[in-house]
């Protein structure tokens, strides 16, 4: 039977971090205000906690832009699209992966159309088995129903199974608590004794495809 190799989306197969950067700085640039854009890119986070729409009058107001919330917003999702790009060893790694039979797929949180595409814009769609998205499942990470239909839809059990992503919320938990080996890519970042706790801890995305294919 196969084996299944899940994988988060941003930040993990792409670096979202890196689009939204570039982004900020030409919207800050290009509206010639004084701000401090590391300050947001280090906190872009508080501006998540709502709706799309929220974040993006945060945005505005950090700044003080003169620009409507809504045209940032369309202008975001069509930008990003362009500035994404996979992280090095991607692709190589996704077909190396299902050379050697295994089943592959991403399992991300976030909205359908936005990620579907992002996936279709570096062309990831042709090196995965399945796609799971959490607003067109009705499943967020780290629940285990999303887990369990990219399990099915990809024909392959969860059991010996991994899941690889950035988050220890929703990727390193959600996987854990179905059964999956865990890689975290930490970004730089500390693990914590109460955070959840991956089985194995990676610097960049790349070595996630030499641990999978190295294990019997």
Same mark, same amino acid.
């Given at each position: 039977?196969?084996?299944? +190799?899940l994988?988060?989306l941003?930040?993990?197969?792409?670096?979202?971090?890196?689009?939204?950067?570039? @982004?900020?700085? #030409?919207?800050?640039?290009?509206?010639?205000?004084?701000?401090?854009?590391?300050?947001? %890119?280090?906190?872009?986070? %508080?501006?998540? &906690?709502?709706?799309?729409?929220?974040?993006?009058?945060? =945005?505005?107001?950090?700044?003080?832009?003169?620009? #409507?919330?809504?045209? $940032? *917003?369309?202008?975001y999702?069509?930008?990003?699209?362009?500035?994404?790009?996979?992280?090095? /060893?991607?692709?190589?790694?996704?077909?190396?992966?299902?050379?050697?039979?295994?089943?592959?797929?991403?399992?991300?949180?976030?909205?359908?159309?936005?990620?579907?595409?992002?996936?279709? +814009?570096?062309?990831?769609?042709?090196?995965?088995?399945?796609?799971? %998205?959490?607003d067109?499942?009705?499943?967020?990470?780290?629940?285990?129903?999303?887990?369990? =239909?990219?399990?099915?839809?990809?024909?392959?059990? =969860?059991?010996? /199974? @991994?899941?690889?992503? #950035?988050? *220890?919320?929703?990727?390193i938990? /959600?996987?854990?608590?179905v059964? =999956?080996? &865990?890689?975290? %890519?930490?970004?730089?970042?500390?693990? /914590? +004794?109460?955070?959840?706790?991956?089985?194995?801890?990676?610097?960049?995305?790349?070595?996630?495809?030499? $641990?999978? $294919?190295?294990?019997?």
């Amino acid at each position: 039977m196969p084996r299944l +190799a899940l994988f988060d989306l941003d930040d993990t197969l792409i670096s979202s971090k890196g689009a939204f950067v570039a @982004w900020v700085e #030409d919207v800050v640039a290009a509206h010639a205000t004084a701000g401090d854009v590391r300050w947001f %890119i280090d906190n872009e986070h %508080i501006f998540w &906690t709502g709706a799309p729409d929220d974040a993006f009058r945060g =945005l505005v107001e950090h700044f003080g832009l003169a620009a #409507d919330p809504a045209e $940032l *917003l369309a202008d975001y999702q069509t930008r990003m699209v362009d500035l994404l790009k996979p992280f090095d /060893g991607v692709p190589d790694g996704l077909e190396a992966l299902r050379d050697a039979g295994w089943r592959t797929g991403i399992v991300t949180n976030g909205f359908g159309d936005f990620q579907n595409a992002k996936i279709d +814009a570096v062309g990831l769609r042709a090196y995965v088995d399945v796609v799971c %998205i959490s607003d067109v499942e009705g499943s967020w990470k780290p629940e285990s129903k999303i887990f369990q =239909l990219a399990s099915e839809r990809a024909g392959a059990p =969860l059991e010996g /199974g @991994w899941m690889v992503g #950035d988050s *220890l919320t929703s990727d390193i938990a /959600g996987g854990n608590g179905v059964g =999956l080996h &865990t890689a975290w %890519i930490r970004h730089g970042r500390r693990l /914590g +004794a109460t955070d959840p706790q991956p089985e194995q801890v990676i610097e960049a995305t790349a070595e996630a495809f030499e $641990l999978i $294919l190295g294990r019997p």
